[in-house]
Structures are given as structure tokens and as C-alpha cells.
């Protein structure tokens, strides 16, 4: 009975995703993504990240199962990044779009994989993002393509792909939302108060920054915008307001925090959850420019397997951060379950790791710095995150030819807490498989 | 309609500034800012610092001047060596916060870098090398000039050793460079010659407590592992004495105790100012003021000189090794944690904190 009911969903499922809707908040989307990839790409060849963060480590913290993706040689790793800029330059443009987003996935993700220590939420929202532009039809519309007529024009888009990059970002908002619904954040305002009190130089707020409740304010502010802000998106009558209310968020936190393109990301792609038409509501209809069909009137239309994709990625997406309910522990101490998660800003750790290293032919025991297999940077965050800190032990067991065992003497604090041991120092850990989860992480001092 | 318009922006306007408001109930006390902590720590603790410095240099180069002029006596000799410890002790006391004008001007290695007695010894003896202050200031390198060079000197020989001329002018050619040196760098911390000078931009700098606390932390990892570490020979490599820095005059473990004393200034004040200890918190400044002392008594419990205890007594070397490793967790995981601070100074982006 209930595959029967199904099966006859199915078709009204597909009917509804099909239905045809104006193009242009899709079309915007992806002109602004595409704008945005080329400058953060060229911004990261600018900056010498190519160099710093690729090519000179000599080791990188590879994720678990990931050892086998590593760095091209120079210049080879700079073509990377410059491509990466051609595709989405080409993605904004309309040129071979689907073609160049999804190459631009595949390299994004490609350039992501190298090193974990590299992590950050947004590039995960930048692969996901690129991804579903390579999979819906938005190339249809301002676009070279269908200038040229690569491929046919058409006004409209099926309402199923406005759906599923409203989804992608309102996963991104909710998840970070609940995520921020913890004691630290809540009821401590840690780390707001923290990062706050060193902001004070901030032009006409600086001082205000550090004045009694305002941290508290900030981060409740910060936890209602973030769990609510989709709903007032979604709602056509607050939806003018919530959008203020993004871009003023987004640019606050561009001003306070290092976190590069992401604020201008979310600002540029947060008006898809207005009507598909508001760019042509917004400067008015009679400059809209005219769409030329070539080979027919066949509007653009999501498969069936199109679909079903998109719905296990949502799924996907949405088990992705509730992982660390099954991993024993505090996510935001033992980091179980934390990459794809949309755990953003919630954290201040300091920690402390040195590796006491033994051959067990001779009992010989010696001590040696993270630095012995990382750079600086790299050494900073396997000192603060157990998984990378495990991956460092075992780099540390192969960078010698015999076999040996890693102790790590390693502590750390979170959000001002007391520092107390990451791990046990009599664990051998090079004994501890990366994929078996956090088990061998010690409890935070105060578990809240 | 305009009524449920007006409702619901009303919503998420009420809903922010309730957030806000009720945040402001849950506030604790009023600490200082950091531009505050940051005011009074360079007023009443690193001006001081760098001007005690200062002094002593000033006092060692008329040690010198009196050394070399007439007749040099086992008095005036003792008068230079004594001298010279005082301008090293005041001098190691500002490595903690050794940011600003003393990297900018390099006056970290042209003050205290490791001597090189053949090149010293060859531009003494040889007469067409010259050997006056402004000479020795513009052509000659930092092994070459500087506190430990003026160490060798004086421990080199007796008070007659002095006698020869060019000796006695280049000890006081150096000693006067290291004057010279040192005052620029106070006068900079004390915002001399410009109207807006180093002490405003430090204080008003983001990032001057990252700063700090990187400074801090080089410090301890330094005497932790570059130099007692390897002493001991707790890496890989064998125990090497000559990791620490004794010199002639023995005085490797009273080293120690100066740049811990610069620590503690730092971290947790003095009589005359509180350090970093607002922005830590009783709690946290109680546990570093407890293992400061520890540290302390532990490397006045090393035996002089530090090169023999590092041989001959090497359980109360790895003593103190291991109260200044204590202090150091605290500084990279506790402190760090504290204040936010970007460990390493990556200019990568991130949206994790940690």
C-alpha cells in the first residue's frame, strides 16, 4: 500500500519540482557565485596561499581515507587556482556553465582534500553550492550559452532548482543556529565576549564592543538570526526586512572576524528566497532583455534521478551535522562529527602538544615538537583539534624508518576553560586508527 | 493585510532587541579593556623596563670609560663586570615583550648576540682596523659587538689586560654602541620624536595582545627545549651542554631568572602594574602567579653555573625544565584560549575559531 502511494506521489512530485518559475533570482545566483569564486580564487593566488599552505608543508593532515589526494608540484598547484578562477569566471558568464561548475567542484574539492587543517565551513558550502549548479539547469538564462545557442533559452526554471539552493543555504543558517544552541554560547556568551574584547578598535563601535551585555546581546542575536532568519526569508511580507537584516549581520561579521569571502557569499546569494522575477521587479520589466529560443520551446525540467540526487544530498546534509549524537563526547571538544556540520565560529581553543616518542627495540624515549612533520600553522590547529593531532602522531611514526611508539603529551582549553589532558599520555597512538572516532579523547573539564 | 505586515516585522524586530535586551541582564562585571590593560602595562611596565635598561647600559659604558682611563685597577674591573651583569639582568628582564622598536631596529641581536673572540681579537690586534664607537656601530657585525663581547672582554683577563690600548678602547667603543642601542629603543617606547609614537600604536594596535603572547611563547620554547631540552638531550639529538648560554661569567641560571621575571611582568605584573591578569581573571593569574614561583625556585635551585648542572646535576636542570614546560601549557592552551589569541600569527582565513 504504501509503495503504491509512492508510486503515485512520485509524478506529483516531479510535477511540482518541474513547475516553471521566472529565471532570474537562479540566474543572479549563479552570476554572483561565479564573481565571488574568481575573486577568492584570485585573492588566494595573491596572497601566496598556493605556496604557504600547499606546496611548502612538507606533511599535510590529510582527512581519514584521503592520504592518497596530495599537492601537485609547482606550477602545476598555481594552474589549479588559476583554473579555478576560469571556471568561475565561466560560471558567471554562462560559458560551458554546467561544464565549468562542475569542474570547479571537482577542483574546489580537490584543492579542499589536501589538508584538513585548511577546513573551513564555507568552502564546504562553496563545493556543495558548485555542485548544484553543475546539476540544475541555470544555464539557460544571461548566459553565453544560451547566446550562442549551446543550449536552448528559456525565461523560466523548474521552481525544483530555486528549492534546492533556498535548501543549501537554509540548511547552512539552520544548522549553524542550533549549533550555537549550547551553555558556552547561550548562557556564558563564549567565545563572543572573547573575540569581542579584542575588536575594540573597530571604527565608531569598538568601544561599545566591550560595554556590560553586549557580548550577551550579540550572541543571542547571533543564535535568533541564524535559527530564524530562513523563516523571515521564506515569509514574503518580512522578507525585505530579513534581508536588511542579512546584509547587516554578514557585514558586521566581515568587520569583526577574518573569514574572507563568506559574509559577501551569503550576501550575494541569500535574495534567491526572493520571488524568482525580483531582479526584473527591482530595475523594472521593460529592461528586461529579450530571450532568444532556438530549437524550441522545451522548458527546462528536473529528471527523475536529478531529483532523487538532490534529496539524498539534503538528506545527507542534514545527517552530516547530527552525526556527533551518536559519536560519544562533545563535538565541540573532540571534534566527532564536526566536518560538514556547519559548526561555524563557535569555539576558542588554545592548546599545547609535544610527542614523546619510544623505540620499543631499544627503550630509547625522546620528545619532539609537532614542527618535527608540520609547519607553524599547521602545528596551531592539530594543537587544538584531536583528530589532526592523531594524524600528526602518525606522521610522526613514519618520518623515522624503524618502528616506534607516539605518546602525545597534549592539553588543551576551550573558551577560557581550564587546560586539562587531550589524551592519555600512555596511549600508544600510533596503535589508534584514524577512522575508529574520538573514543581515545578525554573529557572536557566541564561537560556542559 | 498592513496590519500583518507591520506584525511581523514587529516580530523580528522584537525579537533581536529582546534577545539584546535580556542579554544585558546577563552580564557579569565591567573588566578593563585591552587598550586599558594594554595603556597601563606600557606606562608602569615596559617603559620602566626598557629605561632600567637603559640606565644600566649607561652604567656599564662609564664602568668601562673608568676602567680604561689611566690605570686600570682589579676595583674598576670589578666595578665593569658588575655592571655588565646589571645591564644583561635588566636587559633579559624586557625579552618578554621584546615587540615594536627592539625587531623593528634588530636591537635584539646587535645587543646580545653569541661573540666571536677570534674576530674580536683580530680587529684588536690589528691597528688599521677602526675601532671607535661610530666604527663599531656601522662596520662591525653583531658576534661582534654587543653584551656578550663585552662579557668576553672582561672575563677575558685581569685588570691588566686593559693596559693595552686598543682593548680598553674596543670594550668601550661596544659598550657605548650597546648604550647607545638600548636608549633608542626606550627612547621609542617612550614615544620620543614622533607625536604619535610606538607606545599609542602598540596599545591601540589589534593583535598587540596576539603579540605579546607569541613573544611569551618563543620565549618559554627557547628556554624549554632549544636550550635546557637540548642541554639535557630530551630530543633526538645527544645532550649537549653547550645548548645553554652560561658564558664567562657563569651567568646562565641567573638568565633564567630574568626572562622569567619579564614573564611574570608581563603575565601577571608587578607592584607597580598588573600585567595581563585582568583580561585572565583571578582564577587563571593565580595558577600562572603559582607556577611562575615554582619555576622560579626551581632554577634557583640549579647549582651554578647552569653548564656544569647540566652535567654534573642534570635532575635539577630537568626540575626547572619542567615547571617552565608547565608554564608554558598554561600560556599556549589556557592564556591563548582566553584571549583569543591566533597562535603563529596565520593570516589564512578561518570560520572555526579555534
Not at chain 1, 155 to 171: K, Y
Not at chain 2, 167 to 182: Q, S
Amino acid at each position: 500500500m504504501a509503495t503504491a502511494q509512492a508510486e503515485r506521489a512520485a509524478p506529483g512530485l516531479l510535477d511540482a519540482v518541474n513547475r516553471q518559475v521566472p529565471a532570474e533570482s537562479v540566474a543572479v545566483f549563479r552570476i554572483a557565485f561565479g564573481v565571488l569564486v574568481t575573486i577568492a580564487s584570485v585573492r588566494f593566488l595573491a596572497r601566496g596561499w598556493v605556496d604557504t599552505l600547499y606546496l611548502e608543508p612538507a606533511n599535510h593532515l590529510t582527512y581519514a581515507g584521503f592520504s592518497w589526494v596530495q599537492p601537485l608540484p609547482a606550477p602545476f598547484m598555481h594552474l589549479v587556482l588559476v583554473g579555478l578562477a576560469a571556471a568561475g569566471a565561466a560560471i558567471a558568464l554562462g560559458w560551458h556553465t554546467r561544464l565549468a561548475a562542475g569542474a570547479f567542484a571537482v577542483g574546489f574539492a580537490y584543492i579542499e582534500l589536501i589538508d584538513a587543517a585548511l577546513y573551513l565551513n564555507h568552502y564546504w558550502f562553496i563545493t556543495l553550492a558548485a555542485f548544484l549548479l553543475a546539476v540544475l539547469p541555470v544555464n539557460r538564462f544571461w548566459s553565453l550559452d544560451s547566446r550562442s545557442g549551446r543550449v536552448e533559452a528559456s525565461p523560466t526554471v523548474p521552481v525544483g532548482a530555486v528549492w534546492a539552493l533556498r535548501a543549501q543555504l537554509a540548511i547552512v543558517y539552520l544548522c549553524a543556529g542550533i549549533a550555537k544552541l549550547n551553555p558556552d554560547w547561550i548562557l556564558s556568551a563564549e567565545p563572543m565576549a572573547t573575540w569581542l574584547a579584542d575588536r575594540t578598535h573597530t571604527p565608531l563601535v569598538g568601544s561599545l564592543l566591550v560595554q556590560p551585555g553586549v557580548a550577551h546581546a550579540l550572541s543571542w542575536a547571533g543564535a535568533v538570526f541564524d535559527c530564524t532568519i530562513v523563516l523571515w526569508l521564506s515569509w514574503r511580507r518580512t522578507r525585505p526586512w530579513a534581508y536588511a537584516a542579512v546584509v547587516a549581520f554578514h557585514t558586521a561579521t566581515a568587520m569583526l572576524f577574518q573569514i574572507g569571502m563568506f559574509p559577501w557569499v551569503m550576501i550575494l546569494t541569500t535574495p534567491v528566497f526572493f520571488e524568482p522575477d525580483w531582479p526584473t521587479r527591482l530595475v523594472g520589466r521593460r529592461v528586461r532583455p529579450p530571450v532568444r529560443s532556438t530549437t524550441g520551446s522545451a522548458a527546462p525540467s528536473l529528471h527523475r534521478a536529478t531529483v532523487v540526487g538532490l534529496l539524498l544530498l539534503a538528506v545527507l546534509e542534514v545527517v552530516l551535522p547530527l552525526r556527533h549524537l551518536v559519536i560519544p563526547g562533545d563535538v565541540r571538544w573532540n571534534e566527532g562529527g564536526y566536518y560538514g556540520s556547519w559548526r561555524v565560529m563557535l569555539t576558542e581553543k588554545g592548546g599545547s602538544a609535544r610527542f614523546r616518542v619510544t623505540d620499543p627495540a631499544s627503550g630509547e624515549t625522546w620528545e619532539v615538537d609537532p614542527q618535527l612533520v608540520l609547519t607553524d600553522w599547521q602545528a596551531a590547529q592539530a594543537a587544538v583539534r584531536p583528530d589532526l593531532l592523531l594524524a600528526t602522531a602518525h606522521l610522526v611514526a613514519e618520518h623515522y624508518e624503524q618502528r616506534v611508539e607516539v605518546r602525545a603529551d597534549a592539553w588543551m582549553s576551550m573558551n577560557g576553560s581550564e587546560a586539562v589532558r587531550v589524551v592519555d599520555p600512555e596511549l600508544d597512538l600510533t596503535t589508534v586508527t584514524r577512522t575508529s572516532g574520538p573514543w581515545w579523547v578525554e573529557d572536557p573539564p566541564d561537560t556542559h | 493585510m498592513t496590519q500583518l505586515r507591520v506584525r511581523a516585522a514587529s516580530l523580528l524586530a522584537v525579537a533581536l532587541l529582546g534577545s539584546s535586551a535580556l542579554g544585558a541582564t546577563g552580564c557579569g562585571g565591567d573588566p578593563p579593556s585591552r587598550p586599558e590593560v594594554l595603556g597601563e602595562l606600557t606606562e608602569a611596565g615596559i617603559v620602566p623596563a626598557y629605561e632600567r635598561a637603559s640606565d644600566s647600559a649607561a652604567e656599564l659604558s662609564g664602568a668601562a670609560a673608568q676602567l680604561c682611563d689611566g690605570d686600570p685597577t682589579d676595583a674598576d674591573l670589578d666595578a665593569a663586570r658588575g655592571a655588565l651583569a646589571g645591564v644583561r639582568a635588566d636587559w633579559l628582564r624586557t625579552e618578554a615583550v621584546w615587540v615594536g622598536p627592539v625587531m623593528e631596529n634588530r636591537s635584539w641581536a646587535l645587543v646580545d648576540w653569541p661573540t666571536d673572540p677570534e674576530g674580536v681579537e683580530e680587529a684588536i690586534a690589528d691597528a688599521q682596523v677602526p675601532i671607535s664607537p661610530e666604527d663599531l656601530a656601522k662596520k662591525v657585525g653583531a658576534d661582534m659587538r654587543g653584551l656578550r663581547t663585552a662579557e668576553y672582554l672582561l672575563w677575558g683577563g685581569g685588570a691588566d689586560s686593559f693596559v693595552d690600548q686598543r682593548r680598553c678602547d674596543y670594550l668601550v667603543g661596544i659598550t657605548e654602541v650597546v648604550d647607545d642601542e638600548i636608549s633608542a629603543v626606550a627612547a621609542s617606547w617612550r614615544g620620543e620624536g614622533e607625536p604619535d609614537g610606538y607606545p599609542a600604536a602598540f596599545v591601540d594596535e589589534p593583535g598587540a595582545v596576539d603579540e605579546v603572547v607569541n613573544d611569551a611563547l618563543e620565549l618559554l620554547q627557547s628556554m624549554v627545549d632549544m636550550e635546557l631540552g637540548a642541554a639535557l638531550g630530551t630530543g633526538e639529538s645527544e645532550a649537549d651542554p653547550g645548548a645553554v648560554v652560561d658564558g664567562p661569567a657563569g651567568l646562565g641560571t641567573a638568565d633564567l631568572s630574568d626572562r622569567l621575571a619579564g614573564l611574570s611582568m608581563l603575565l601577571v605584573g608587578d607592584e607597580s602594574q598588573p600585567g595581563l591578569s585582568p583580561l585572565l581573571g583571578d582564577e587563571l593569574s593565580g595558577r600562572l602567579e603559582q607556577q611562575l614561583a615554582e619555576a622560579r625556585a626551581a632554577i634557583d635551585a640549579i647549582p651554578e653555573p647552569l653548564s656544569r648542572a647540566v652535567v654534573e646535576d642534570p635532575d635539577s636542570v630537568t626540575e626547572a625544565r619542567e615547571a617552565l614546560a608547565a608554564l608554558r601549557v598554561t600560556l599556549a592552551s589556557e592564556v591563548v584560549s582566553r584571549l583569543g589569541v591566533t597562535v603563529g600569527f596565520s593570516d589564512a582565513d578561518g570560520d572555526s575559531a579555534g
